[in-house]
Each structure stands twice: as structure tokens, then as C-alpha cells.
């Protein structure tokens, strides 16, 4: 009895029955709203609930059977598809060690010795520190210290230039 105002009717007043996506996992009764690959290279997905999509990625390895570089040049390609959401992951609320940090800072954080959500006053000292030890004018001659020294520039170039996206973005 709404007189012709749809609008006065209640929530949830329709009769059709809802269509939920069951788990793929036999047996399961819940929901199945967590998709995962079937196989590598595949679109073909499974629809899992949160217990059995955590298990099944546990032991996932999404580049299982490829090269270094076969693995490089799938991980390159899918970045590149997928640009536009890490370009805008910093304007989340999030901190930095949960997926704001692209895999060449985090390599960088790694080379640095630093934890994933390190800021970048402790990127700085930590730079200084490595590179004084390994400087070429303090080890000259040494080719395994110059090595190491052109690592921790490369690191701390990354890293400075993302700082530089944050601060000119935030």
C-alpha cells in the first residue's frame, strides 16, 4: 500500500531470491566470492570463500616453470596493463608496506637492508652508511666493493625518485 510512491516502500521488498556464487571447493557451503587462477596463463578462474582461496594460494606460484627473464618480462607486461592502480595506490590511507611500494623499491629497500615501511629519513642514513663502507675513494682497486657501491646508488635513486612522486603527488 504505497499509493503509487515507490519510494515509500521498504528495503528489501523484492521476492526474488538472491544468486549467490557457491565455493568451488567440494562440499563447501559458503559463499565463493574469492577468485583464483586455474592455471597460469589462464582466465579461467575458481571461486573460492576465504578459507579455501588462502589455501590454495599458499601454495601458488605464479611463475612456476618460467626463466628469470620469462618471469621479468610477464611481470614488466602486467605492470604495465595495470599502471594506472599502482600509479594511484599512494593516495590511499594505507602505510607503505602493504602494496603502495612498487617491486624495484621494494628490491631497493631489500638491497638497502631496510624493512618494507621504512621512511625515507631511514633510507637516507642507511645509504649513507653502506656507502661509505664500500666507496670507491676507501677501497680503491676493489671490484667488489665498486659493485656494491653502484647498488646502493642505484637503491637510493629509486628510491629517492618515488619519494619525490609522493611528495609532488601528496
Avoid at 578459507?51 to 604495465?80: P, S, V
Wanted: some cysteine; charged content about 35%; hydrophobic content about 30%.
Amino acid at each position: 500500500m504505497d499509493w503509487g510512491f515507490p519510494r515509500w516502500r521498504g528495503y528489501e521488498s523484492a521476492r526474488e531470491a538472491a544468486q549467490i556464487r557457491l565455493c568451488d571447493r567440494h562440499g563447501c557451503s559458503e559463499p565463493g566470492d574469492c577468485p583464483a587462477p586455474k592455471s597460469p596463463s589462464s582466465p579461467d578462474r575458481w571461486y573460492f570463500c576465504q578459507k579455501h582461496a588462502a589455501e590454495y594460494n599458499a601454495g601458488w606460484d605464479y611463475f612456476a616453470g618460467l626463466t628469470k627473464e620469462e618471469a621479468a618480462a610477464r611481470e614488466k607486461k602486467e605492470r604495465q596493463t595495470h599502471e594506472g592502480y599502482q600509479e594511484s595506490s599512494h593516495y590511499g590511507w594505507a602505510g607503505s608496506g602493504d602494496g603502495s611500494r612498487s617491486g624495484d623499491e621494494l628490491r631497493a629497500l631489500e638491497a638497502l637492508g631496510l624493512e618494507p615501511d621504512a621512511d625515507f629519513d631511514a633510507v637516507r642514513k642507511a645509504w649513507r652508511t653502506k656507502a661509505k663502507e664500500v666507496h670507491p675513494d676507501v677501497r680503491p682497486g676493489d671490484d667488489e666493493a665498486a659493485k656494491a657501491f653502484q647498488t646502493y646508488q642505484l637503491a637510493y635513486e629509486v628510491l629517492r625518485a618515488a619519494e619525490e612522486r609522493r611528495e609532488w603527488h601528496g
